[in-house]
C-alpha cells in the first residue's frame, strides 16, 4: 500500500514538474522573446520605423538583412550578389559558400518615417571579429580581420537618425561553430538600450553569484564537516552553473582568449550534465550498480572532455564536423537528462520528489531549448537552459539542506539514546563496583580475624616459655614474616576501598605551597634513609583544582616508592614546572631504575617490580587513579643504572 502510494507522489511530481516547466516555457516564450516582440519589421534590406516610438520599447532587427560572402567596402555592396536573411535563420556560412568558416557583409537601412532623434543599435556578441559602418563610416570595431584575431563582445553604435540610415556589418569566423550576425541587433533610444543591458546584465549577475554562493558553502560544508560526496558533487555543479552563465561578464571584460572562453562554456555545460548525474546517481544508489561505472561515468566524462577539447583544436581544424559536434551535443544532454529523471523516479530514497521534480524541470527545458532554436532569443533575461540550469541547482540545494537536517535529527536521536544507554551501562556498572568493594571490604574485615587469631597463637607461645627446638623456631619465624606480610595487604586493600569511598574536596590549591608544605614534613622521613630530599619550585605559582589529602597521598606513594629503591649517596628531588594550560610535577631518584620491559604494566592493579613478597603494586595504581581523578595524568621515563622519573601532569585552574 505505503509503495504503491509512494509511486502515486512520483507519477505527481513527474507530470506536475513536467506541466510547470512546459508553462513557464510557454510563459517565457511569449513575454520574453526577441522573434515574438510586436514592432516594424524589415523587408528587401530596409527596416521602417518611427524613432519616437522606440524611446520606452525597443525593436528588434530581425528580418530584411541583405548578405554576400567576404568582406566588401559598404559603397560596393550593391554590386555584389545578396540574398535577403534573417537573423538566427543560419547558424554560420555554409550558406554562403558551403563551409561553415569565412568572412561575409550584412546589411540594412534604417529608415526613420518619424522625427530625427538620436538612435542606438546593439549588437549583441558578434562571432567573432567584426567592424560596424554607419552611413559608410567605421562606428565600431571588434578583434581584428587581418591578422585574424578574434574578440568576442558586444557592439554599440550611436548614431542620428533622420530619415535613412545605411547599417553595414563585416564578420569574419575561423573560431566558433557559430557564425556572422547569430544574435538579433536592438535598435531604441540611447537610454532604451542602455536599461536593457543594465537589466540583463542584473539578472545575470543574480544567477552567477547566488549560485557561486551555494557553490563555496557546499564546498565549505564538505571540507570542514563531513567529506559527504553529495554535497561535493552539489558544490561542482553550482560551480559549473556558475562558469556556464558567466559570458556576459567575460564580454565585458573583453578577455582576449576566445577560444579558450568558448571551450570554457561548452565544459561547463557539460561539467553540469556530469555533476547531475553523479549527484542523482549517489542518492539513488544507482552507483552501486556496474552499468554506472562502465558506461554512465565514462560516456559522460568522455562528453566533457569532448567539450572541453573541440574548440580548441578540433573545430577550427575540421570545420566538417561542426554539425556532427552540435548534433552529439543536444543528444547527450537530452540523453542525460532523461537518465536523471528516470534514476530519480525509480529511487528509493528520501527527497526523491525533489530530485525528481529538478531533474524533469531540467530536461524539459533542454528539449524546449533544441526545438526552439531559431526561433526563440530573450529579449532581456536567460536562455532556457539557464533558467533550467538554475531551478535544478536549487531544488537540488533544497534537497541537500533536507537531507543534511535529517541526518543531523538522526544524528541527535542516536546521541540521545547513546547518552541514555551509557548512563544505564554507567548506572549498572557502578552497582557492580559498588557490590564488588563491599565485597572486598567486608572480606578484608573477616580476614582480620583468623590472622589475628593466628598472630596471638604464635605470642602465646613466645610468651610461654615452652621448649622450642630450632626447627620449630624456624617455622614460628616463618610464619611471623607471612603473618606480617597478609597483614600488609589487607591493610593496603583497606585503605584502597576506603580511597573510592571517600568523596573528593575540590578546591583551588596552590601546587607551589604544596610541595612546599609537604617536603618540609617529610623531608626528616625521607633522609633518614641515607638520601638527600630536594626541592625545586619556580617563581610562577601554579594552581589547580584538586583535593588536597589525595594529592598528598599521590605524593607519598611516589615518594615513598622512590624511597624503597635509593640508598646512602642517593637522592630523591621533588620539582614543579608548567606552560600557559599545565602543571607539571616530577619526582626523580638516582636509583637502579626500572627494567624498560616492566615500563608499560608499572601503573597496572598488584603489579611489582620488587622481589617476590618485597610489594603489593598498588601504590603506583593508586597514585595514577588520584591524578586521573585530577583531570591529569601520570607517566614514567627510566634508565637502568641512572633513575627514575614520574611525571604528574595536572589542568591549570582557569583564570589563574
Given at each position: 500500500m505505503?509503495?504503491r502510494r509512494e509511486?502515486?507522489f512520483?507519477?505527481a511530481?513527474?507530470?506536475?514538474?513536467?506541466?510547470?516547466?512546459l508553462?513557464?516555457f510557454f510563459?517565457?516564450?511569449?513575454?520574453?522573446?526577441?522573434?515574438?516582440?510586436?514592432?516594424p519589421?524589415g523587408?528587401?534590406?530596409?527596416?521602417?520605423?518611427c524613432?519616437?516610438?522606440l524611446?520606452?520599447?525597443?525593436?528588434?532587427?530581425i528580418?530584411g538583412?541583405?548578405?554576400?560572402?567576404?568582406?566588401?567596402?559598404?559603397?560596393d555592396?550593391?554590386?555584389?550578389?545578396?540574398?535577403?536573411?534573417?537573423i538566427?535563420q543560419?547558424?554560420?556560412?555554409s550558406f554562403?559558400?558551403?563551409?561553415?568558416y569565412?568572412?561575409?557583409?550584412y546589411r540594412i537601412?534604417?529608415r526613420n518615417?518619424?522625427?530625427?532623434q538620436?538612435?542606438t543599435?546593439?549588437?549583441p556578441?558578434v562571432f567573432?571579429?567584426?567592424?560596424?559602418?554607419?552611413?559608410?563610416?567605421?562606428?565600431?570595431?571588434?578583434?581584428?580581420f587581418?591578422p585574424?584575431r578574434p574578440?568576442a563582445r558586444?557592439?554599440?553604435v550611436?548614431?542620428?537618425?533622420d530619415?535613412?540610415t545605411?547599417?553595414?556589418?563585416?564578420?569574419a569566423?575561423?573560431?566558433?561553430?557559430h557564425?556572422?550576425?547569430?544574435?538579433?541587433p536592438m535598435?531604441g533610444?540611447?537610454?532604451?538600450?542602455?536599461?536593457?543591458?543594465?537589466i540583463?546584465?542584473?539578472?545575470?549577475?543574480?544567477l552567477?553569484?547566488?549560485?557561486?554562493?551555494?557553490?563555496?558553502f557546499s564546498?565549505?560544508?564538505?571540507?570542514?564537516?563531513?567529506h559527504d560526496q553529495?554535497t561535493?558533487w552539489?558544490g561542482?555543479l553550482?560551480f559549473?552553473?556558475t562558469l556556464?552563465v558567466?559570458?556576459?561578464f567575460?564580454?565585458?571584460?573583453?578577455?582576449?582568449?576566445?577560444?579558450?572562453?568558448?571551450?570554457?562554456?561548452?565544459?561547463?555545460?557539460?561539467?553540469?550534465i556530469?555533476c547531475?548525474?553523479?549527484?542523482?546517481s549517489?542518492?539513488?544508489?544507482?552507483?552501486q550498480?556496474?552499468?554506472?561505472?562502465?558506461l554512465?561515468?565514462?560516456?559522460c566524462g568522455?562528453?566533457?572532455?569532448?567539450?572541453?577539447?573541440?574548440?580548441?583544436?578540433v573545430?577550427?581544424?575540421l570545420?566538417?564536423?561542426?554539425?556532427f559536434?552540435?548534433?552529439?551535443?543536444?543528444?547527450?544532454e537530452l540523453?542525460a537528462?532523461?537518465?536523471?529523471?528516470?534514476?530519480?523516479f525509480?529511487?528509493e530514497?528520501?527527497?526523491r520528489?525533489l530530485?525528481?521534480?529538478?531533474?524533469?524541470?531540467?530536461?524539459?527545458?533542454?528539449f524546449c531549448?533544441?526545438?526552439?532554436?531559431?526561433?526563440y532569443?530573450?529579449?532581456?533575461?536567460?536562455?532556457p537552459?539557464?533558467?533550467g540550469?538554475?531551478?535544478?541547482?536549487l531544488?537540488?540545494?533544497?534537497?541537500?539542506?533536507?537531507r543534511n537536517?535529517?541526518?543531523?535529527?538522526?544524528?541527535?536521536?542516536?546521541?540521545?539514546?547513546?547518552?541514555?544507554?551509557?548512563?544505564?551501562?554507567?548506572?549498572?556498572?557502578?552497582t557492580?563496583l559498588?557490590e564488588r568493594?563491599q565485597?572486598?571490604s567486608?572480606?578484608?574485615?573477616?580476614?582480620?580475624?583468623?590472622?589475628?587469631?593466628?598472630?596471638?597463637?604464635?605470642?602465646m607461645?613466645?610468651?610461654s616459655?615452652?621448649?622450642?627446638?630450632?626447627?620449630?623456631r624456624?617455622?614460628?619465624?616463618?610464619?611471623?614474616?607471612?603473618?606480617?606480610?597478609?597483614n600488609?595487604?589487607i591493610?593496603?586493600?583497606?585503605?584502597?576501598?576506603?580511597?573510592?569511598?571517600a568523596?573528593l574536596?575540590?578546591?583551588?590549591?596552590?601546587?607551589?605551597?604544596?610541595?612546599a608544605?609537604?617536603h618540609?614534613?617529610?623531608?626528616p622521613?625521607?633522609?633518614?634513609?641515607?638520601?638527600?630530599?630536594?626541592l625545586?619550585?619556580?617563581?610562577?605559582?601554579?594552581?589547580?583544582?584538586?583535593d588536597?589529602?589525595r594529592?598528598?597521598?599521590?605524593?607519598e606513594n611516589?615518594?615513598?616508592?622512590?624511597?624503597?629503591?635509593?640508598?646512602?649517596?642517593?637522592?630523591?628531588?621533588l620539582?614543579?614546572?608548567?606552560?600557559?594550560?599545565?602543571a607539571?610535577?616530577?619526582i626523580?631518584?638516582?636509583?637502579?631504575?626500572?627494567?624498560?620491559?616492566a615500563?608499560?604494566n608499572?601503573?597496572k592493579?598488584?603489579?611489582?617490580?620488587?622481589?617476590e613478597?618485597g610489594?603489593?603494586g598498588?601504590?603506583?595504581?593508586i597514585?595514577?587513579?588520584i591524578?586521573?581523578?585530577?583531570g591529569?595524568?601520570?607517566s614514567?621515563?627510566?634508565?637502568?643504572?641512572?633513575?627514575t622519573t614520574?611525571?604528574i601532569?595536572?589542568p591549570?585552574?582557569p583564570?589563574?
Amino acid at each position: 500500500m505505503i509503495c504503491r502510494r509512494e509511486h502515486l507522489f512520483s507519477r505527481a511530481a513527474l507530470v506536475g514538474a513536467l506541466l510547470a516547466a512546459l508553462l513557464f516555457f510557454f510563459c517565457v516564450f511569449q513575454l520574453d522573446n526577441k522573434y515574438s516582440e510586436s514592432g516594424p519589421q524589415g523587408e528587401n534590406g530596409v527596416f521602417p520605423y518611427c524613432a519616437g516610438q522606440l524611446s520606452e520599447q525597443p525593436a528588434f532587427l530581425i528580418d530584411g538583412w541583405e548578405v554576400c560572402a567576404g568582406i566588401i567596402l559598404p559603397e560596393d555592396f550593391i554590386k555584389q550578389d545578396v540574398q535577403t536573411v534573417s537573423i538566427g535563420q543560419y547558424s554560420d556560412f555554409s550558406f554562403l559558400t558551403g563551409f561553415p568558416y569565412g568572412t561575409a557583409t550584412y546589411r540594412i537601412t534604417l529608415r526613420n518615417i518619424g522625427d530625427a532623434q538620436t538612435m542606438t543599435v546593439y549588437l549583441p556578441e558578434v562571432f567573432c571579429a567584426a567592424k560596424v559602418y554607419v552611413d559608410r563610416k567605421l562606428a565600431a570595431q571588434s578583434g581584428s580581420f587581418s591578422p585574424y584575431r578574434p574578440l568576442a563582445r558586444d557592439l554599440t553604435v550611436t548614431f542620428p537618425a533622420d530619415g535613412d540610415t545605411e547599417l553595414v556589418v563585416q564578420v569574419a569566423n575561423y573560431t566558433h561553430y557559430h557564425g556572422g550576425l547569430f544574435f538579433i541587433p536592438m535598435l531604441g533610444s540611447p537610454d532604451v538600450v542602455t536599461r536593457m543591458a543594465a537589466i540583463r546584465l542584473a539578472f545575470y549577475a543574480m544567477l552567477c553569484f547566488g549560485l557561486l554562493a551555494v557553490s563555496l558553502f557546499s564546498t565549505a560544508v564538505w571540507v570542514l564537516f563531513r567529506h559527504d560526496q553529495p554535497t561535493f558533487w552539489l558544490g561542482a555543479l553550482s560551480f559549473a552553473y556558475t562558469l556556464t552563465v558567466s559570458y556576459p561578464f567575460l564580454q565585458l571584460a573583453r578577455v582576449p582568449v576566445v577560444r579558450m572562453r568558448y571551450a570554457l562554456e561548452d565544459a561547463a555545460a557539460s561539467a553540469m550534465i556530469f555533476c547531475a548525474v553523479c549527484f542523482v546517481s549517489i542518492l539513488s544508489d544507482v552507483c552501486q550498480k556496474k552499468f554506472y561505472r562502465t558506461l554512465v561515468l565514462p560516456v559522460c566524462g568522455g562528453f566533457l572532455l569532448m567539450s572541453a577539447v573541440a574548440p580548441l583544436w578540433v573545430l577550427p581544424h575540421l570545420p566538417g564536423f561542426l554539425p556532427f559536434y552540435d548534433a552529439l551535443i543536444t543528444f547527450y544532454e537530452l540523453t542525460a537528462a532523461a537518465y536523471l529523471v528516470i534514476c530519480a523516479f525509480r529511487a528509493e530514497c528520501t527527497g526523491r520528489l525533489l530530485m525528481l521534480t529538478g531533474s524533469v524541470f531540467f530536461g524539459t527545458t533542454l528539449f524546449c531549448a533544441a526545438l526552439s532554436a531559431g526561433i526563440y532569443e530573450p529579449a532581456q533575461f536567460a536562455w532556457p537552459r539557464e533558467y533550467g540550469g538554475f531551478v535544478l541547482v536549487l531544488i537540488f540545494g533544497i534537497l541537500m539542506v533536507r537531507r543534511n537536517r535529517q541526518i543531523f535529527l538522526e544524528n541527535e536521536r542516536l546521541t540521545s539514546h547513546l547518552q541514555e544507554e551509557v548512563a544505564h551501562k554507567t548506572q549498572g556498572l557502578s552497582t557492580l563496583l559498588a557490590e564488588r568493594k563491599q565485597f572486598l571490604s567486608d572480606v578484608t574485615h573477616d580476614l582480620k580475624i583468623p590472622i589475628t587469631s593466628v598472630r596471638n597463637y604464635i605470642r602465646m607461645i613466645e610468651l610461654s616459655g615452652a621448649p622450642v627446638d630450632g626447627k620449630i623456631r624456624s617455622s614460628l619465624d616463618a610464619i611471623s614474616i607471612k603473618f606480617e606480610d597478609m597483614n600488609t595487604r589487607i591493610g593496603d586493600l583497606q585503605r584502597f576501598t576506603a580511597e573510592d569511598e571517600a568523596p573528593l574536596e575540590m578546591r583551588p590549591i596552590c601546587l607551589n605551597e604544596l610541595l612546599a608544605d609537604y617536603h618540609r614534613l617529610n623531608r626528616p622521613d625521607v633522609e633518614v634513609t641515607g638520601a638527600d630530599f630536594l626541592l625545586h619550585l619556580p617563581v610562577r605559582q601554579y594552581f589547580i583544582r584538586g583535593d588536597r589529602d589525595r594529592l598528598c597521598r599521590l605524593l607519598e606513594n611516589l615518594v615513598y616508592n622512590a624511597v624503597s629503591f635509593v640508598g646512602e649517596g642517593d637522592s630523591i628531588s621533588l620539582s614543579l614546572e608548567g606552560s600557559r594550560t599545565t602543571a607539571v610535577i616530577k619526582i626523580s631518584d638516582t636509583g637502579p631504575g626500572i627494567p624498560e620491559s616492566a615500563l608499560p604494566n608499572l601503573f597496572k592493579r598488584f603489579y611489582s617490580t620488587r622481589p617476590e613478597g618485597g610489594g603489593r603494586g598498588l601504590g603506583l595504581f593508586i597514585a595514577k587513579s588520584i591524578a586521573l581523578e585530577h583531570g591529569g595524568d601520570i607517566s614514567v621515563t627510566s634508565t637502568e643504572g641512572k633513575g627514575t622519573t614520574f611525571s604528574i601532569c595536572f589542568p591549570l585552574e582557569p583564570d589563574r
